[in-house]
């Protein structure tokens, strides 16, 4: 069955340190894939998405993310973390047999002064 | 502007009652969705459409019901036999219903059993 797993549940980094969040899914085919964020109470902002091509995917304020076939995964990655970075992250897939696009259980990412 | 317009943004039911959430688009998309979230769960699928007048259960159908008669409107009804409904309800659009668009979402709508 087509999945999304997110292995962390929740990351604490500090203020203008590194950010790496995991992102894994199952099922063979390669899907198209997306990075989601949401502010607490909020609908989901779209960061970034990968469809074919270079696999290394450049969003929206300072996000990038990997696609790695070999280890089916696509990480979300950002330099130097901002306090307002600060939020639930999502992953999702969507295999083109389906229509549907399935997503992780999320990243609660708090960021510390 | 463009966009999602999810309403109430807050909304109480008593046990037994059957709710019903808005969601309206002007963003011309003929696919839209509706997930619910709980916490550690991530986003589940409740009712997708892909085109007016059609629509397809997703993951967790049960105990809620769409309707389409319009290319911008989708509004979702709780009903009673949904078993735990208290959740945060996710109206979205997209393009099509094809895999590769990108699913826009509104605010959001908090449903609480009272």
């Known amino acids: 069955a087509q999945s999304v797993t997110q292995p962390d549940i929740h990351i604490t980094v500090s203020e203008g340190a590194s950010l790496e969040l995991r992102c894994n899914y199952s099922y063979g085919a390669t899907p198209y894939l997306f990075w989601y964020v949401q502010s607490p109470g909020q609908g989901l902002q779209l960061l970034l998405k990968y469809f074919s091509g270079d696999t290394l995917v450049q969003g929206i304020k300072g996000f990038e993310a990997e696609f790695k076939r070999s280890q089916s995964s696509f990480n979300l990655r950002k330099p130097s973390v901002h306090w307002s970075d600060a939020a639930e992250y999502f992953c999702a897939a969507g295999w083109s047999n389906t229509g549907k696009l399935i997503f992780g259980q999320g990243t609660t990412l708090q960021v510390k002064p | ?114």
Request: include cysteine; glycine fraction near 10%.
């Open chain 2, 1 to 114: 502007d463009g966009g999602i317009t999810q309403s109430p943004k807050y909304l109480f039911r008593k046990e037994g009652q059957n709710v019903t959430l808005s969601c309206e688009q002007n963003l011309n998309h003929d696919a839209m969705y509706w997930y619910r979230q709980d916490p550690g769960q991530g986003l589940r699928l409740i009712y997708y459409s892909q085109i007016v007048n059609d629509f397809q259960k997703g993951d967790i159908a049960e105990g809620y019901s769409v309707s389409r008669e319009k290319k911008e409107s989708f509004p979702l009804t709780v009903t009673s036999a949904q078993k735990n409904p208290t959740a945060f309800y996710l109206c979205a659009s997209s393009i099509d219903g094809t895999s590769g668009n990108t699913i826009y979402f509104g605010e959001g709508s908090w449903l609480t059993v009272v």
